[in-house]
T-cell receptor, first 112, second 114 residues
Framework: GESVGLHLPTLSVQEGDNSIINCAYS??????FIWYKQESGKGPQFIID?????DKRQGQRVTVLLNKTVKHLSLQIAATQPGDSAVYFC???????????FGKGTSLLVTP | ETGVTQTPRHLVMGMTNKKSLKCEQH?????MYWYKQSAKKPLELMFV???????ENNSVPSRFSPECPNSSHLFLHLHTLQPEDSALYLC?????????????FGNGTRLTVT
């Protein structure tokens, strides 16, 4: 079935380096994508979103890239900090439009 | 403060108990959601209340019963649960449908069924 998936379950980076978290989706009709961050003991926190009429969108220290040709989404975090350690989820709007379809998540660990 | 408040944060209940989870959103949104988060699985949508329409995931057992008295409050009534229902239950809200605006989540209720 159609799904959202992540290439790597865990990612370890050194403090100060840039991080790239990848996500593949299979629904070619998806037109809205979101990245969430979930820290231990908390709910998912909105980071950044992008619509299918855009290829790139930048926020504070984060950039989301969308490649509709290969159905690929990535989240880039610049100058990764220890506070960035968390699980990151990508999500896309579902066929029904009622709810987001979430991936399993990538755990980002930032080491000093 | 996330703008979406869930109580209780933790709940332990036996399989014969009846309990309710509560969610309140302070964001002025008009749609509310219940999601289930189990270890190593994607978030699963359980129920959506958007304006006056309720949509549910048909795979959700009847032992889970939602209630949405107004656009700011959402409840999940639980009865005769099973151990496999142990999970983190997340409430979320959005302005409009989720294909147009992001969901804002609460910190969840960690439910343990014994």
């Amino acid at each position: 079935g159609e799904s959202v998936g992540l290439h790597l379950p865990t990612l370890s980076v050194q403090e100060g380096d840039n991080s790239i978290i990848n996500c593949a989706y299979s629904n070619s009709a998806s037109d809205y994508f979101i990245w969430y961050k979930q820290e231990s003991g908390k709910g998912p926190q909105f980071i950044i979103d992008i619509r299918s009429n855009m290829d790139k969108r930048q926020g504070q220290r984060v950039t989301v890239l969308l490649n509709k040709t290969v159905k690929h989404l990535s989240l880039q975090i610049a100058a990764t900090q220890p506070g960035d350690s968390a699980v990151y989820f990508c999500a896309e709007n579902s066929n029904s439009g009622y709810a987001l379809n979430f991936g399993k998540g990538t755990s980002l660990l930032v080491t000093p | 403060e996330t703008g979406v408040t869930q109580t209780p944060r933790h709940l332990v209940m036996g399989m014969t108990n009846k309990k309710s989870l509560k969610c309140e959103q302070h964001l002025g949104h008009n749609a509310m959601y219940w999601y289930k988060q189990s270890a190593k699985k994607p978030l699963e949508l359980m129920f959506v209340y958007s304006l006056e329409e309720r949509v549910e995931n048909n795979s959700v057992p009847s032992r889970f019963s939602p209630e949405c008295p107004n656009s700011s409050h959402l409840f999940l009534h639980l009865h005769t649960l099973q151990p496999e229902d142990s999970a983190l239950y997340l409430c979320a809200s959005s302005q409009g449908q989720s294909y147009n605006s992001p969901l804002h989540f609460g910190n969840g209720t960690r439910l343990t069924v014994t």
